[in-house]
């Protein structure tokens, strides 16, 4: 079975320029997670969606970040515009009903590196 | 404080045993964990206690808690190469999200 896929694996912009990450969760997750993960960081949850629902979006810098999830599977990540600050690796993750046991399956992650 | 707090480093020889401690912060946590990260990957669950238990023991790993310190610790036995990686302790209060601490970086020596 395919574990939780991220792309582009890379990413280096310039500043200022728009970006957007992708995430196919493991098949029949409902719960899904992106979190940003600074250098020497534990990841932090920027929001969580249950199927098509961001039900916590509280960390979200609303004035630059958005995100999706149409039809309740695949997700994206978008920052418009980008800032210096934003370099990161930004992880996904799905769950199958996001309960505090439910186990968390992490992507690889996406690195940004913004100029 | 309000962080989840670990040592960022610890450095062992083969063989040795490594114990990683952590500090967490709300004891309204019902479930504490442990995650592995290895270079350019993503978290791996290793193993999680439920907050009325004391001690849990999955093969090579044990994991002790001790919830009126608040502290934490995952020890494992037989240290390898192949555990170096970084592990971070994570705690999941009552009504809110999982909270992760900054990681300690193993560093396993032949």
């Known amino acids: 079975e395919a574990g939780v896929v991220q792309s582009p694996r890379y990413k280096i912009i310039e500043k200022k320029q728009p970006v957007a990450f992708w995430c196919n969760p493991i098949s029949g997750h409902n719960t899904l997670y992106w979190y940003l993960q600074n250098l020497g960081q534990g990841p932090e949850l920027l929001i969580r969606y249950e199927n098509e629902e961001a039900v916590d979006d509280s960390q979200l810098p609303k004035d630059r970040f958005s995100a999706e999830r149409l039809k309740g599977v695949d997700s994206t990540l978008k920052i418009q515009p980008a800032e210096l600050g934003d370099s990161a690796v930004y992880l996904c993750?799905?769950?199958?009903?996001?309960?505090?046991?439910?186990?968390?399956?992490f992507g690889p992650g996406t690195r940004l590196t913004v100029l | 404080g309000e962080d989840v707090e670990q040592s960022l480093f610890l450095s062992v020889r083969e063989g040795d045993s490594s114990v990683i401690n952590c500090t967490y912060t709300?004891?309204?946590?019902?479930?504490l964990y442990w995650y592995k990260q290895e270079p350019g990957a993503g978290l791996q669950l290793l193993t999680y206690?439920?907050?009325?238990?004391d001690m849990k023991q999955d093969q090579r790993l044990t994991v002790l808690l001790n919830k009126k310190d608040k502290h934490l610790s995952l020890r494992i036995a037989d240290t390898q190469t192949g555990d170096s990686a970084i592990y971070f302790c994570?705690?999941?209060?009552?009504?809110?999200?999982?909270?992760f601490g900054a990681g300690t970086r193993l560093t396993v020596k032949p």
């Open positions: 994570a705690e999941s209060p009552f009504d809110n999200d999982m909270r």
């Open positions: 993750a799905s769950s199958l009903s996001g309960g505090a046991v439910d186990t968390q399956y």
């Open positions: 206690i439920f907050s009325n238990m």
């Open positions: 709300d004891s309204s946590s019902t479930y």
